[in-house]
């Protein structure tokens, strides 16, 4: 051992016998932690330079996290197939065209695979180009999906703020011809029902509308070929002040100030859905525009449905600062966010021109992007919205003529995210999380008893019960008992020679309080055990 | 439409009609089919060569696929959290410097990831690397992992034979230092009990030990420096006669013929597993070298468990003429083949010296690897073995001396082939597979009823029943007879007015003999649907 080593675990005693004594350990602990810290990178540059790591932005998620991530999957899993959701697993790589041209300037983030003498590949950027792909190349009409997958994106890694390269998302779209906003209606509900099994804490769903922006855009003056960049701008309204955005629009855009101006007066607007709706169509100006008109007869059928059919309406704010930054977008958009992470006096101050208030506690807490994380939060958790043009690009692009649009809506849960917020309850809560599900421990008191542990625990497996025994001849009982506690394995299984000879095995709880001399656990006859312990599990 | 069109569709009511009368429609069928291929080819072909498809080597799942496969891994991650493991999700891609020097000759299949400025990555080839990464990298001493995902190798695709650039593995490991068989014993029953569960059909798992083999190589005279490259030929009589892989050995590795010859005496060897012990434990040349002797010492303690504590020996045949191409196996090897797959007159008439059977048969299908696929059957539906210093190598190259090695055993189960098996036997059984879960499909017979239609199924998915509509405000009942028939979904909810009037609905079985009159379904009341439609779900 090296003398960093020793002065390690001269620190672990010493911090393990303050804790015991109850007394301050952390300066201890802080030594401890630097002396590790340092350990780890000189470990790290091994000779010519190999490293032991993963790539940049990519993580391993070790079994609790693992475990963590698949009872979020098994519980989003069972919200799908309860609506009726089939899965799809397309390749983790497409052609390059296929993902070329759909992501505007985020396109540089795309990961390609070496030219190694083929075909031009590159790792999926998101789920819903490759779903687009799946339904034009099938020549399919009408589909629910879901499909929880890893995506790829070259981006700046910021791991504190859980931006990877490498992350899960977890998508459900309805494609199909219907009538309008009730498949949307039900992918509302589907998002309400994931937010809330996942029991992440209180959120609100900002819904808007492509359509009704467009009208808005219209009637201040946009000129056509500057909407999707002006739009772009606006979406920007939950990080930046209105100032800030609206310079964005005038000085970087172009935009005549006037007309930012116009802009400005409607992005403000935000609340209780049926509260904006009537406002929205009490402004005579706007309803002159067909497009916006289009948009809200669409909200006025969705409101119905969210609060008569599915009572999910309280859930949603009616936000007209929501633009979401991707271009297929046709219909209604909407982001779902925690309430810790919805900024508390949002961009209302925007539509009166009073930017001061947001701009001053944006200016506080800035990332390395000018992107105010304090005011975001672990920002939004869901996002999605309908995208009816899309699978027909493709379609359309490879040459085939369909006589039939195939109009989509989808959402994304921002899995990473949901695990964030899950993982930091859980530290709050200074729980050990388990990382495997282990129900029995079979351990040897006395003789090492290895044949008869392999004998029992067969039965126990044969039955379906967890089990688990040291791989050791000849276990010493502190080593057994200390895994079956790290491990918080709920039962123990103790063999002992005496006890086996009668036929007999005694079966402990863990974690449980017992009075003085019960401590021994019961005894049950062997060939009972199956039962006994299937009734208590 | 186009005349192709018009012309698939006449054949499509020919063919009904047909089929109505029970007469023979084969012609129409086939003229039908080619039709729609030369389609799908003329889709293909975009403007400007834009193709819509997946790149070569890899595929979607559709949703039939996607759920049977869900199905298998369900199954086998069952098993194995029974038996203690834990789940780890480690990047699809790593370090190229992690990959290199791994695979031997195969290291050109790697995929690499382009050099866009940063690191150089390749895709995971395997997850026994990563693994042994991740050991090594965290200073793990024990760990039993399962880990299921997708893997990459930039081979020949041959998709009828299931042979893909992309495609699942499903590996078990258990990593740590302990007494002599004891995990080794629990992978073999692990093995057994997925292959079991799984219902592939009787199987064989064929075993061997690399000191075995090494004892045998040294024994014969070969030189230590081609002991690995006389290994992989020796590996191949699974697929060749024994003429052919002599004349690798000699003519193509430089062996002398007579030490050829002498392993030619023992490869041969193979059969149940106690017998082969008694015939090697028997051979006194053999045990006089060390290396020998410790492997037949370590079967005899593998039997011993397999058969005593298990009671899985059965199972098993100990076959000198497996070897396993992988560098770095240290002690067992195994492969587990479906009784199908495993050539009926094996490599026995090898250690005769007679190759005319087997050499004749081989001849008859050889693919474009020379590989004879109809011995071979469906191949190996599993293998793996125990290798005690990967995860060392990696510690030591990156400069980290430890004191302690971490042997490892583990698994990894064929899965695509699972899946071919199990895919096979129900187009044998021709079964439509489902696609989805749905239990009831929520209709309305007269009136549309779309509201109501939305709070009833609000009603079951409250309930975790797994219900669908259909998404239009009037639809036609025979289009939504069709989708509920289609989907194979077991329960018909049924809204009319004059019922609902009543607070009432009728509840169909589908797919259930009646007698006449009968084939309405069961009027419940609506507030005690759900309890009806638990009670038979």
């Known amino acids: 051992m090296s003398p960093v080593d020793d002065r390690i675990k001269e620190l672990q005693e010493k911090i393990k016998a303050l804790k015991v004594a109850k007394q301050d350990a952390s300066k201890e602990v802080d030594e ?52 009726g959701a089939e899965t799809i697993d397309t390749p983790v790589f497409e052609l390059k065209d296929i993902l ?3 992501y505007g300037e985020d396109s540089k983030l795309i990961y390609d695979l070496q030219d190694q003498g083929g075909e031009l590949c590159s790792l999926r950027y998101d789920l819903t180009v490759p779903f687009a792909r799946y339904v034009a190349m099938n020549g399919i009409t009408s589909m629910k999906r879901y499909h929880i997958a890893k995506v790829y994106r070259r981006d700046q890694p910021v791991m504190s703020k859980g931006r990877m390269r490498e992350f899960y998302q977890c998508d459900f779209d309805i494609a199909g011809n219907y009538d309008a906003m009730v498949p949307d209606a039900e992918i509302m509900l589907i998002l309400t029902e994931c937010l809330e099994q996942l029991e992440i804490g209180d959120f609100t769903i900002k819904i808007n509308h492509r359509k009704i922006l467009d009208g808005i855009f219209e009637l201040a003056g946009v000129p056509a070929d500057k909407i999707r960049a002006i739009s772009s701008a606006v979406d920007k309204l939950d990080k930046l002040p209105w100032a800030d955005v609206k310079k964005e629009m005038t000085v970087e855009k172009g935009l005549d100030p006037v007309i930012a101006d116009r802009i400005g007066e409607y992005v403000g607007i935000k609340g209780e859905g049926r509260e904006v709706l009537a406002r929205l169509q009490g402004d005579e100006k ?36 929501l633009a979401r930054g991707l271009d297929y977008y046709t219909g209604i958009i909407y982001e779902a966010v925690t309430d810790g992470s919805a900024p508390a006096a949002p961009a209302a101050a925007a539509a009166e021109g009073d930017a001061k208030t947001k701009g001053k506690k944006a200016a506080k807490v800035v990332n390395e992007d ?43 849960i921002g899995v990473e995210r949901v695990y964030a917020i899950l993982e930091q309850r859980r530290r709050a809560e200074a729980a050990k999380p388990r990382s495997k599900e282990t129900q029995v421990y079979v351990m040897a008191l006395g003789g090492g008893l290895l044949p008869e542990r392999m004998k029992f625990a067969k039965q126990l497996w044969d039955a379906g019960i967890k089990a688990e025994f040291m791989y050791k ?65």
């Open 32 to 83: 401890m932690k630097a002396l590790k810290a340092q350990q780890t990178k000189d470990k790290k540059d091994g000779p010519a330079g190999f490293q032991l790591k993963v790539p940049k932005g990519t993580l391993d998620h070790k079994p609790a996290a693992a475990l963590l991530r698949k009872k979020i999957f098994n519980t989003l899993e069972n919200i799908f197939t309860t609506h």
């Open 370 to 412: 000018g992107v105010d994380e304090s005011a975001v939060g672990v920002g939004s958790i869901a996002a999605g919205g309908r995208y009816d043009n899309l699978v027909n690009m493709f379609a359309e692009a490879a040459g085939s003529k369909r006589s039939e649009l195939v109009p989509c809506v989808g959402v994304s």
């Open 286 to 321: 706007l309803n002159s525009i067909p497009s916006a008109k289009a948009g809200l007869d669409d909200m006025a059928i969705l409101f119905d449905y969210l609060e008569n059919c599915y009572g999910i309406l309280g859930r949603f704010s009616f936000d007209m600062s």
């Open 473 to 537: 001849a000849k276990p010493k009982a502190p080593a057994q008992w200390a895994v079956a506690d790290n491990d918080q394995v709920r039962y123990v299984a103790i063999l002992a020679p005496a006890e086996l000879a009668k036929g007999i095995v005694r079966i402990k709880e863990q974690g449980v309080e017992r009075e003085a001399g019960q401590d021994n656990g019961e005894e049950v006859e062997i060939d009972k055990v199956v039962e006994y312990l299937k009734q208590r599990l």
């Open 100 to 102: 070329a041209g759909k």
